[in-house]
């Protein structure tokens, strides 16, 4: 501590020196920055005075670059050395806010603590941006949080293997195009992402090269006028005709012309027209063409050809997949190959607790001598005392109902003779997959599966329509007039 205390004074001597404005009072034991108790002690086990009315604090907070440079449990905050803390008075003016979570004083725990209009982002204040603002040179605006905030990439070098940089966001991307050749043919390739072709306005008209006047047109795409014999000056041609010169005969002229005499004027003759790039040389192949593994071939520059090529897909081919293998899709399913250009979702639906986990067991079914499984949460299943076959009531049965994942409370019903049950469905005293209760019909009538065809489940037969012998809470209908009659629930709807 003494040796602490004498680097200290030296500090504090060397910073007065040096004609740097820091007040005497922030120099002390406890680094540049913090006030020194009147009572400091010297003794490294002193134990701290927890008596005194205010605890010190820091007066201008020391610069820095990393916490090394911080003293006394100090942290390097927004280039400053920030003190722990409790609340926000113990914080300078210069980092007035103190975020507890983390113990000590930051620039900002919301937009009050922000001068001006300024918003608060990470614990840094930033000028506040929307489309009619501008930010400083070194930020950027995001529309999301509305300030100005560093980029996250300046070049493409920046940014992780496969991702561009997009220069005018400052954010990395995964680029859909290189070229427009990438795009659909009503686009083009702007930012590393395929936009509206249309890029003029209707009537723009603007001098392309010292002959040629591009125009926009009604549909909004640039259309190319050739000037020659004249120049384009001001966005329009120059029709003043040019009288023959023999000096630039067989010059070059418009895009794949020569200057050529006709009669006394002097005439721009087309040799041949020009290629899919713009230019004039014979090209190595179709702008367009497949090349490489999964590449086309792009225009570099107006005269030659660049094979932009790109890996196989996930499945072995070339297009882009709706999703990835491996990737959630559905209720509970997950994206495969289907082909080597297509994926499809493989989705089973969920598990009858509404989870996608595969369970063991059903709900309903018997874990142990007078107790079942009913769904703990929706991947898992609990053995629970059953209580289902001595229900007072319907209100006693509805909490089965969710724990064995039934969604509609309404069809599950209490009745005095076989306890809960599922209407329109019975058993044998025997849990299934459609019936978790399993319950047997009231005597004299049979719990028939007759309709399994139909992909129904059990249900009482041999009841008399208007009469008492279904269930409580359900009805008697007539499923095939004169020969079949069941008991159903009534709310629900037949398939027939």
Known sequence: MRSSLVRTLLLCALWVIGGLALP????????????????????????????????????????????????????CVSELCSPPCSRDDACPSELPACATTLGYCVACREDAHCAG?????????????DATTRCPEDLRCDAELGACVAPECRTSAD???????????????????????????DERCERWRCVDGRTCLRGERVCRDARTVEICS?????????????????????????????????????????????????????????NACGGCARLSGAVGDRCGICGVLACEGREALVCQDAPFNACGGCARLAGAPGQSCGQCGTYACAGENEVACQDPGANRCGGCTTLEHFPGASCDEGRVYTCSGRDALQCTADTTGTCRNDFDCLPWASRFGISNPLSVGCDSEVGCFLKGSCGRGQAT????FGRPCRAGLTCNDLLSGLGLPARCTGCTVGGSECRRGEVCREILPGILTSCEDPLAILPF
């Open 159 to 185: 940014c992780p293997s496969g991702q561009r940089c997009d220069e005018v966001a400052g954010a990395c991307v995964t680029p859909e195009c290189f070229a427009d050749v990438n795009c659909p043919e």
């Open 117 to 129: 209009d300024a918003r608060c982002v990470a614990s840094r204040c930033y000028p506040r941006c």
């Open 218 to 274: 009604e549909e909004g795409r640039w259309e190319r006028l050739d000037c020659s014999p004249g120049a384009c000056r001001n966005a329009v041609c120059d029709d003043e005709a040019l009288l023959c010169d023999e000096d630039l005969v067989g010059t070059p002229c418009g895009t794949c012309g020569v200057w050529a005499c006709a009669g006394p004027l002097l005439r721009c003759v087309q040799e041949r027209e020009p």
């Open 433 to 436: 997959a459609t019936d978790p």
């Open 24 to 75: 005497l009072v922030g120099c002390s034991e406890d680094g540049p920055g913090f006030e020194a108790s009147d009572d400091a002690s010297l003794d490294d086990d002193a134990p701290p005075d927890e008596d005194r009315a205010s605890d010190p604090r820091p007066s201008t907070p020391w610069p820095c670059e990393t916490d090394s440079d911080c003293v006394s449990g100090a942290r």
